[in-house]
């Protein structure tokens, strides 16, 4: 199971960034490439707390729809999301959001070891392991979206 904890992980997603370029384009979706890393970096910016997303009263939000979610079955293409987490989509600039997202990989790792975690918009309360999980799964699902 991939996790945001492992250092050959956050690597690996770097190495993936750096083969992005403002023009990349989706193989689905709406994003284009700046969109979808401000997508991904608001996502890591909700994990530290820093972005606040109304919660929503999900069936997801217990177990056993929560675990498997987060660890067991594949992301589907074109789910729905927090609007705080698209509200930047057609304003993004590219060079600023693959700065950013290495600044916020680095920031979520640096917390790894805290004990308290901020909840899900959707998922409600999340454990550490949870949140290295379905980060790192989040990545994967937007950078294969763009080919990476």
């Given at each position: 199971?991939?996790?945001?904890?492992?250092?050959?992980?956050?690597?690996?997603?770097?190495?993936?960034?750096?083969?992005?370029?403002?023009?990349?384009?989706?193989?689905?979706?709406?994003?284009?490439?700046?969109?979808?890393?401000?997508?991904?970096?608001?996502a890591?910016?909700?994990?530290?707390?820093?972005?606040?997303?109304?919660?929503?009263?999900l069936?997801?939000?217990?177990?056993?729809?929560?675990?498997?979610?987060?660890y067991?079955?594949?992301?589907?293409?074109?789910l729905p999301?927090?609007?705080?987490?698209?509200?930047?989509?057609?304003?993004?600039?590219?060079?600023?959001?693959?700065?950013?997202?290495?600044?916020?990989?680095?920031?979520?790792?640096?917390?790894?070891d805290?004990?308290?975690?901020p909840?899900?918009?959707?998922?409600?309360?999340?454990?550490?392991r949870?949140?290295?999980?379905?980060?790192?799964r989040?990545?994967?699902?937007?950078?294969?979206?763009?080919?990476?």
């Amino acid at each position: 199971m991939t996790t945001l904890w492992d250092e050959r992980e956050r690597h690996a997603l770097l190495t993936r960034l750096d083969r992005l370029t403002a023009d990349t384009p989706a193989r689905w979706g709406r994003f284009a490439c700046p969109d979808m890393l401000a997508h991904v970096n608001d996502a890591m910016r909700m994990a530290l707390g820093d972005l606040t997303p109304l919660p929503k009263k999900l069936p997801l939000r217990y177990f056993p729809l929560k675990q498997l979610a987060i660890y067991v079955l594949p992301f589907a293409k074109g789910l729905p999301t927090a609007p705080e987490l698209i509200a930047r989509k057609g304003r993004a600039v590219f060079p600023d959001e693959v700065k950013g997202f290495r600044e916020l990989l680095a920031r979520v790792a640096g917390r790894r070891d805290r004990a308290d975690w901020p909840p899900h918009p959707a998922f409600g309360v999340m454990s550490r392991r949870d949140w290295g999980v379905l980060g790192s799964r989040h990545i994967d699902h937007h950078f294969r979206q763009f080919g990476v």
